[in-house]
Nanobody, 129 residues
Framework: QMQLAESGGGLVQTGGPLRLSCTLR???????MGWFRQAPGKAREFVAA????????YYADSVKGRFTISGEHATTTVHLLADLLEPADTAVYYC???????????????????????WGQGTQVTVSS
């Protein structure tokens, strides 16, 4: 059974860094892994993703230049280093995996939650002002 194990999250002050990690287990099939987030009263939104196919990282405009996502091939783990955090970054962060290609440019992550087939349970990130 495929599952995602998340770690990290918590309370951090404005400007501080935070690291989230996520490991895919139960399958050798991997395509893209990344993070979405959902703040209270808002829709779930794409944050960043790592393509196992292209070995490239992709970011939402709102986090570009502040967040860095990387992939660890040996353990199928992605790490998200979030820096220069702002109160607007407060949300539940969800790890997501797309284990096979669906559509679009091959190896380029989708920004749509519906294109990801496996989800973590979510971890709270709170940025205090």
């Amino acid at each position: 059974q495929m599952q995602l194990a998340e770690s990290g999250g918590g309370l951090v002050q404005t400007g501080g860094p935070l690291r989230l990690s996520c490991t895919l287990r139960g399958t050798t099939s991997r395509y893209v892994m990344g993070w979405f987030r959902q703040a209270p009263g808002k829709a779930r939104e794409f944050v960043a993703a790592f393509s196992w196919i292209r070995a490239n990282s992709y970011y939402a405009d709102s986090v570009k230049g502040r967040f860095t996502i990387s992939g660890e091939h040996a353990t199928t783990t992605v790490h998200l280093l979030a820096d220069l955090l702002e109160p607007a970054d407060t949300a539940v962060y969800y790890c997501a995996a797309a284990t096979f290609y669906r559509s679009g440019a091959y190896g380029v992550p989708s920004h749509l939650a519906a294109d990801y087939d496996t989800w973590g349970q979510g971890t709270q990130v709170t940025v205090s002002s």
